[in-house]
């Protein structure tokens, strides 16, 4: 069965602070899809990031950038120089493609404060 | 394009009553869910449909029922509801089964009493 698992509830930095979220999957499949998902506090849920299980690339996005390494089945995302507009509950997500009627299975999500 | 559309955004129903969420999506998706957010514990997938006419099970799909009967709507619906129920529900549409984004609603703000 799959399974993420982001162990930090929560955490709050001061602007400019990096900071990184943590995100820890479970799959018995070689075929996987891994997402990231910001809900900022007007509450809609925004796609970040998508990255497949055969693409073990870093990718950056502005301050924005991701890492991740399937020896630690990890998915990990950095904002550097963090500002308050960052503030927002930060999902990650898994879903197992290539099986018929799959769908994403969500982790309980990291809450990110970030003060000025 | 109005993208995922949600209705109604809140409502309150007392304990046994029942109701009807409804979902709409003008991409032309064939793929819906119905999530439900609590405090805590992330979203939870109840139903999705991977076409018109079928619906499959998710993670706590117990007290609801879902419809496909067009490919653009999604219905979500709750019989006979419960205090457990009171949460913020999410429709979403993707493309492509698991592999593609979901593109959300607003949610929809449930209060049972």
């Known amino acids: 069965a799959q399974k993420v698992t982001q162990a930090q509830t929560e955490i709050s930095v001061v602007e400019k602070e990096d900071v990184t979220l943590d995100c820890v999957y479970e799959?018995?499949?070689?075929?996987?899809?891994l997402f990231w998902y910001k809900q900022p506090p007007s509450g809609e849920l925004v796609f970040l990031i998508r990255?497949?299980?055969?693409?073990?690339q870093n990718e950056i996005s502005g301050r924005y950038s991701w890492n991740f390494q399937k020896s630690t089945s990890s998915f990990n995302f950095t904002i550097t120089a963090s500002q308050v507009v960052d503030s927002a509950v930060y999902f990650c997500?898994?879903?197992?493609?290539?099986?018929?009627?799959?769908?994403?299975?969500f982790g309980k999500g990291t809450t990110l404060s970030v003060s000025s | 394009n109005a993208g995922v559309t949600q209705t109604p955004k809140f409502r309150v129903l007392k304990t046994g009553q029942s109701m009807t969420l409804l979902c709409a999506q003008d991409?032309?998706?064939?793929?819906m869910y119905w999530y439900r957010q609590d405090p805590g514990m992330g979203l939870r997938l109840i139903h999705y449909?991977?076409?018109?006419?079928?619906?499959a099970k998710g993670e706590v799909p117990d007290g609801y029922n879902v419809s496909r009967l067009k490919k653009q709507n999604f219905l979500l619906g709750l019989e006979s509801a419960a205090p457990s129920q009171t949460s913020v529900y999410f429709c979403?549409?993707?493309?492509?089964?698991?592999?593609?984004?979901?593109?959300f609603g607003n949610g929809t703000r449930l209060t049972v009493t």
């Open positions: 979403a549409s993707s493309y492509g089964q698991g592999t593609s984004p979901l593109h």
């Open positions: 799959t018995r499949d070689t075929t996987y899809y």
């Open positions: 990255r497949n299980s055969f693409d073990e």
């Open positions: 997500a898994l879903s197992e493609g290539h099986q018929a009627g799959t769908a994403l299975i």
């Open positions: 991409m032309n998706h064939e793929y």
């Open positions: 449909s991977v076409g018109e006419g079928t619906t």
